[in-house]
């Protein structure tokens, strides 16, 4: 795979609404996504569960306290159970066959929150023809693994930490075999150690890999991101990384 995969065929550097963009709306809810759409955004970032039945679902937690009240797992609901619930600022629990269909234009990062969910997950995405808009990523490399076999080599994909660092490494010019994956979807720090640094992003240039940056919600820091060269930014407030993009002259609207 490279560069030139459709999800990642766009100028950059790309806005990307975190969770649909969670301090501007309520997280992972079709409200949510419909807001960073009505911005002007192209690029979504979400999660994905499983029910107890193989409905792939969209939901960050894996229960639903904080977002409903409702302490049960998301795996030990039916699909008709969970569909009866609402958020607390009254949104239902999207599907995911459904946000599929609602944005039909949209190309989304899904981040695998459970071991159940790759199979259902690949189902809709090749139910609805969508595999060259979805980017898939976990923390779980297992998980990355399963839904890859599932979809095959067209599938856009973001490495776990194991990618992640061959990638840092190689900034310090160490050899790194030809990558398999085309995007490394990282925070700006991790565990108190810089991950998007000037050596990071010359070696991803190098190996024809692309940056994005995950979850940056101040000005200052998406603006020395954009001038490192970071290919997206993801955040929590779309609306003001439109406006520090609009500044710059990088804004595509």
Not at 9 to 38: I, K, Q, Y
Not at 110 to 128: N, S, T, Y
Request: aromatic share 6%; with cysteine.
């Amino acid at each position: 795979m490279n560069a030139r995969h459709p999800f990642l065929d766009h100028p950059r550097p790309l806005a990307v609404a975190h969770r649909g963009g969670s301090l501007e709306a309520e997280e992972n809810t079709m409200p949510a996504f419909a807001h960073a759409v009505a911005l002007g955004y192209t690029h979504v970032e979400t999660d994905v569960h499983a029910t107890r039945d193989g409905v792939a679902v969209i939901h960050h937690d894996e229960t639903l306290a904080r977002m409903t009240g409702d302490p049960r797992a998301i795996g030990d609901l039916d699909w008709a159970e969970l569909a009866r619930l609402r958020t607390k600022g009254g949104a239902a629990i999207p599907r995911v066959d459904q946000f599929l269909a609602e944005f039909p234009e949209i190309k989304i990062t899904f981040e695998l929150k459970c071991d159940r969910v790759a199979a259902p997950l690949a189902d809709v995405i090749g139910q609805a023809g969508a595999l060259g808009r979805v980017c898939v990523g976990s923390f779980s490399a297992a998980r990355t693994a399963a839904i890859r076999g599932l979809l095959g080599p067209a599938l856009c994909w973001s490495p776990a930490h194991v990618g992640v660092a061959a990638l840092w490494v190689a900034g310090f010019g160490l050899p790194l075999p030809r990558p398999d994956f085309a995007v490394v979807q990282v925070p700006p720090v991790f565990r108190g150690m810089p991950v998007v640094t000037r050596r990071f992003m010359t070696a991803a240039k190098r190996h024809g890999v692309d940056v994005q940056v995950w979850t940056v919600n101040e000005a200052d820091q998406m603006t020395r991101l954009l001038d490192l060269g970071v290919g997206a930014i993801m955040t929590d407030r779309p609306s003001l990384l439109r406006d520090v993009l609009a500044a710059r002259g990088q804004w595509p609207g």
